[in-house]
């Protein structure tokens, strides 16, 4: 049985309906039924999308009909929380800094995000609070501001604050409008002459196997498709730039099956290596901000297609790609908070108190799934064609799907009524590691990482000998 979002989301991109058939479902209470809004079904419908776009690879290389694919919920609910279930060593992940959350402000609430350290000094910075400055004077400054113009202060800032929204507002704000003028991924051809994938050299089921991955994201949405990739056997290389720091808790989640390098792109040096990882590459993710990295020489889509053809460039980015918010930076809880998300998760017995939030990082979880399955299409479409595709995805456009589905929001599990998370285990050179299984299944498919996460950035940045 098929549900109507997935329906949407796989004719969203470009799939034939008559493939739909092959997805099996089974349900089971999970903890994203605690949302108001559908977060359960549009984390079961973007695992079914991306879970048949890898079949349909699987089978386009491999020969033979499309695999039928699996969707497990209790496997769904755990990936769609495996940032908060990862540990090494029985650790608890850091999740939030002190300094982000909801704040009251003047006219109603505000959502900050401060994890980074430098994040956290330009929000000071443009709120005029010390250097040391803690949740009681953050608290204490927004609330005599209104929430708007806290928001503009801290963006010109270079910082991460949103006013919050309801969702009637949200729909009436030029961005909000602008992403939903937007397809939920957008796909547009790149230089065709790409051969076809080369030979994997390994079982079916393994659909990227032999193919290179360039992995410029970060923090979730982008390193979940790239995790998804990595887990159906390509080889992922991700690239961070050496001054901007990244929480080794996140690249424990979201750095299975891949290798992680630093990677300097302002210098001629780091360009010159970026070069020739281009010359063998088959897809590129990127999540930075629109126009970060096209500001870099030869690194706009159609310049990386020229050198590579048939490359698949996949580019996400929170707020969407026209509208006067597109040049910003945005994670999944200013997206909710701006969205009218959290206005729909407040509890209903506080009318007047904080907003709330899904349960999970749906957003980001549910985008990384969908551009996974772009991703995979796209090859599929390359490997048939020879033709390369731009791919853009954003938050804000899957929060749109959210709010507007026509599907009933999640029902509350009675006690002891959703089962336990299903986690794996496996030793490292840092220890115990535990960690949610990938939700992506189909017949014949992968369904265990090759290899654990190292330390963040202690990759070379090269390829593996062993492919192509």
Known sequence: MTDDMSREMWAALGGGPGQLERIAQERAPAALDRAALPAAALARATVAVCSLAAAELASARGGGPVPRVRVADRAVGGAFRSD??????????????????????????????????????????????????????????????????????????????????????????????????????????????????????????????????????????????????????????????????????????????????????????????????????????TGYRPGALEALPGMAPEELAARRPGLVVAQLSAWGWTGPWSGRRGFDSLVQAASGVAVAERDEGAADGPPGALPAQALDHGTGYLLAAAVLRALTRRHRTGEGSLLRLSLARTAHTLLHADVPGGTPPGPGAAPEPLLREAVTERGTLRYAPSPVEFAGGPRDWSRTPGLWGADAPCWEESTH
């Not at 900050?112 to 330009?122: D, M």
């Not at 397809?183 to 393994?206: N, V």
């Open 84 to 285: 908060r279930l990862v540990r090494l060593n029985a650790r608890e992940p850091v999740t939030f800094a002190p300094l982000s959350g909801f704040w009251r402000a003047a006219d109603g609430w505000v959502r900050t995000h401060a994890n980074y350290p430098h994040h956290r000094a330009r929000l000071l910075g443009a709120l005029g609070l010390p250097e040391g400055a803690g949740p009681r004077e953050l608290a204490a400054e927004l609330a005599g501001r209104d929430a708007a113009d806290t928001e503009e202060a801290v963006y010109a800032a270079g910082g991460l604050a949103v006013a919050v929204r309801d969702r009637a507002t949200w729909a009436r704000h030029p961005q909000g409008v602008a992403a939903a003028g937007h397809s939920l991924a957008e796909r547009r051809p790149l230089a065709p002459g790409g051969a076809p994938l080369p030979p994997s050299g390994r079982p079916p089921g393994y659909a990227t196997a032999g193919l290179r991955v360039l992995d410029l994201t970060r923090v979730l949405a982008g390193p979940v498709a790239t995790r998804t990739l990595a887990l159906l056997g390509a080889d992922v290389l991700r690239l961070d730039a050496p001054w901007l720091p990244e929480s080794q808790d996140a690249l424990d989640d979201t750095g299975l099956g891949k290798r992680s390098a630093r990677l300097d792109l302002a210098t001629a040096e780091g360009r010159a290596v970026l070069g020739r990882l281009l010359e063998t590459a088959d897809v590129v993710v």
